[in-house]
């Protein structure tokens, strides 16, 4: 009898957030996907999704420095970004700005706006389908 080789199980548990204020930046988030927040730690903060199934943390760094958008030879490149999908997007647009969000300068898509949190990170609210 061979013996099967035996795959590790990933599952993606958390994103991690590199920012200057971890703390502020977690409420943001907190408030935009009406998530709960978690015990964080001294650099830390995190909040989950209603499930606890999936965490974003973020870690409080003092030499971060926010990415640019769109990408600009020379200057700080943005590493991830974040899509969140959405039933209704002028809503979803006018709720992150209420959050603290700003609406990008550069868009690209009719049914996706790129807009920035309070740490200068990318996201996208994405309208898919009808």
């Known amino acids: 009898m061979e013996v099967e080789d ?3 199980v990933f599952t993606l548990d958390s ?3 590199d ?3 971890a703390e502020g930046l977690a409420d943001f988030y907190a408030r935009l996907l009406g ?3 978690c015990p964080g730690g001294d650099e830390w903060a995190a909040v989950a999704n209603p499930e606890g199934t999936f ?3 973020f870690q409080a760094e003092p030499d971060y420095v926010a990415p640019v958008w769109p990408a600009s030879p020379g200057c700080q490149q943005m590493m991830v970004h974040l899509d969140f999908a959405v039933n209704d997007l002028e809503a979803a647009v006018a709720h992150a700005v209420s959050c603290g969000a700003k609406v990008a300068d550069t868009q690209y898509l009719k049914n ?3 807009c920035i949190d309070p740490a200068g990170h990318p996201f996208c609210l994405c309208k898919h389908g009808n």
Do not use: A, E, I, S
Request: some cysteine; proline content about 6%; overall charge positive.
């Open 19 to 21: 920012c200057r204020d």
């Open 6 to 8: 035996k795959k590790p």
């Open 55 to 57: 965490h974003l943390y």
């Open 15 to 17: 994103v991690v957030l």
């Open 35 to 37: 998530w709960h927040r």
């Open 112 to 114: 996706v706006v790129v």
